[in-house]
């Protein structure tokens, strides 16, 4: 069995946090451009997501990668597996 057979078939996205006040979760939220259904103009949808983040690492402004887990509570079935880009410093 090879390495790419191992691992399981999750849905991924990437999404900026917007959210870590929590303990050990954090809120994404993830933008995905899609044509209107009458107008044809590309436009932009979002959807928070809320994720795991076992060791509170992440925090508001960050670029991460999240997938999908077994759910955790009523809200969190999804889980950050690695931080894309560190928030800039304003």
């Known amino acids: 069995m090879s390495e790419a057979q191992a691992t399981k078939n999750t849905r991924t996205l990437i999404g900026r946090v917007v ?5 050990k ?6 933008e995905r451009r899609a044509a209107h259904e009458l107008y044809g103009k590309i436009v932009a949808r979002t959807r928070k997501y809320h994720a795991h983040d ?4 992440y925090g508001n402004g960050d670029l991460v990668e999240i997938s999908e887990t077994r759910p955790i509570s ?3 079935a999804w889980a950050v597996t690695r931080l894309v880009e560190k928030a800039k410093l304003v």
């Open 19 to 23: 959210s870590d006040k929590r303990s």
């Open 25 to 30: 979760t954090v809120t994404v939220l993830v």
């Open 54 to 57: 076992e060791k509170d690492e």
């Open 74 to 76: 009523k809200t969190k």
